[in-house]
């Protein structure tokens, strides 16, 4: 993953790195691959990660529901 702590400019590569971290399809927008991390590993997320998507998620629904899960302990992804 890039090593920024700040995460100011939320380019088209660190979603490349989080859609890889996570096993899933990094071709695509930004909006595309946030759509993906929310609806397949929105478990797994850390709060940075879950700040980086939120902006790019275009549904309500989908936001809510992550939201509902922002403070709670993340799931370990499986091996």
Not at 2 to 11: E, G, I, P
Not at 27 to 33: A, D, E, L, P
Not at 52 to 74: A, C, D, E, F
């Amino acid at each position: 993953m890039v090593k920024n702590n700040t995460f100011k400019n939320n380019t088209l590569q660190i979603f490349i790195d989080l859609a890889k971290k996570y096993r899933i399809s990094p071709s695509g927008t930004k909006k595309q691959i946030a759509q993906r991390l929310n609806g397949l590993r929105g478990s797994y997320l850390s709060k940075k990660e879950k700040n980086i998507i939120i902006p790019y998620l275009s549904n309500n629904v989908n936001k809510r529901i992550l939201l509902q899960n922002y403070n709670k302990t993340r799931k370990k992804l499986p091996k």
